[in-house]
């Protein structure tokens, strides 16, 4: 599969907590993108960071990027119960964008 | 503003029938694609195009075509469905091959 890796596949929190996501690549990449996907609906794009760059910060969101690893984490900071969905990373390299399998975040209020 | 389009939202076929999923971009973008969802498996891609005229395949195109005749319609079609095309699909775009995509709210579609 071409698919990228993404840890845990589930993640249970209570509100207030900060949530890690860790997802991991097979390829060189132009640029890496976290993705969130409420329940039934469409993605919704969160964040860029580029090959270039190490870390990001979007609101409570904070993005890493080690290329050495070929690895990104994704942390959202005081989670809300309105977290709660789904987050993927995505990896573009070479014409081609690949999604990881994504994680389950819950939140409980 | 729209967005992305796509229709229907659901359907339920019986395999053997031919189906075309809709999808409209009103954000002239370039590139369109065509995901597939299930569950445990992330998305996968379809079909995509980098613009007007050109179309490629991507990681799961066996059984769907695509066609893109102008830059805002990107329709998929199953000429012969299958139960394992029952998926959710989404239509997305990108204003360059490496961008920020936007995503449509997807299709729901059942193959009996």
């Known amino acids: 599969s071409q698919q990228g890796e993404e840890d845990p596949q589930a993640l249970s929190i209570q509100e207030g907590e900060n949530a890690t996501m860790n997802c991991s690549y097979k390829?060189?990449?132009?640029?890496l993108q976290w993705y969130r996907q409420n329940s039934g609906r469409g993605l919704v794009h969160l964040i860029l960071i580029r090959s270039n760059e190490r870390e990001k910060h979007s609101g409570r969101l904070r993005v890493t990027l080690d290329t050495s690893k070929k690895s990104s984490s994704l942390l959202i900071t005081a989670s809300r119960a309105a977290d709660t969905a789904s987050y993927f990373c995505?990896?573009?390299?070479?014409?081609?964008?690949?999604f990881g399998a994504g994680t389950r975040l819950f939140v409980k209020a | 503003i729209a967005g992305i389009t796509q229709a229907p939202t659901s359907q339920i076929l019986a395999a053997g029938r031919r189906m075309t999923l809709r999808c409209t971009q009103d954000?002239?973008?370039?590139?369109m694609y065509w995901y597939r969802q299930d569950l445990g498996l992330g998305l996968r891609l379809i079909h995509y195009s980098n613009t007007a005229g050109t179309t490629g395949k991507g990681e799961v195109p066996d059984g769907y075509s695509v066609s893109r005749a102008n830059t805002d319609d990107f329709p998929l079609t199953l000429a012969s469905a299958v139960p394992s095309q029952t998926s959710v699909y989404f239509c997305?775009?990108?204003?360059?091959?490496?961008?920020?995509?936007?995503f449509g709210e997807g299709s729901r579609l059942t193959v009996l």
């Open positions: 997305a775009s990108s204003d360059s091959v490496i961008g920020e995509l936007f």
């Open positions: 390829t060189s990449i132009n640029n």
């Open positions: 995505v990896s573009t390299g070479g014409f081609k964008t690949i």
């Open positions: 954000m002239r973008h370039n590139a």
